[in-house]
């Protein structure tokens, strides 16, 4: 059963803005915790935005002030808008979800509910 399925990758020149979409079941969209992690080639896992049940979005620095994370309760996504991108951003992209967990960026990799992820690639 798929829980929650990425979309949106894709590859652009460094500047540029792609939008990754995360559509969830029911079930995996009220959890308390949804957020976007990502895997650059041959680097551990990075999370890189949380949204808790009360709404409230954190970021990793790397990607403050150039990613925004939204949530669209009527059609059950979470949503990636990504600018200025860089070539450090070209990674794996997943989304996950959790519940009853304090919501931080590092636990996003570990939770139980995760897409299989979008690939996105930055050229210069």
């Known amino acids: 059963q798929v829980h929650l399925a990425e979309s949106g990758g894709g590859s652009v020149e460094t500047g540029g803005s792609l939008k990754l979409s995360c559509a969830a079941d029911e079930d995996t969209f009220s959890r308390d915790c949804m957020g976007w992690f990502r895997q650059r080639p041959g680097k551990g896992p990075e999370g890189i935005a949380t949204?808790?049940?009360?709404?409230?979005?954190n970021y990793a620095e790397s990607v403050k002030g150039r990613f925004t994370l939204s949530k669209d309760n009527a059609n059950k996504a979470l949503y990636l808008q990504m600018n200025s991108l860089k070539t450090e951003d070209t990674a794996m992209y997943y989304c996950?979800?959790?519940?009853?967990?304090?919501?931080?960026?590092?636990?996003?990799?570990?939770?139980?509910?995760r897409g299989q992820g979008t690939n996105v690639t930055v050229s210069s």
């Open positions: 949204i808790d049940y009360d709404g409230k979005i």
């Open positions: 996950a979800a959790e519940s009853k967990v304090i919501c931080f960026l590092g636990l996003l990799s570990h939770m139980t509910r």
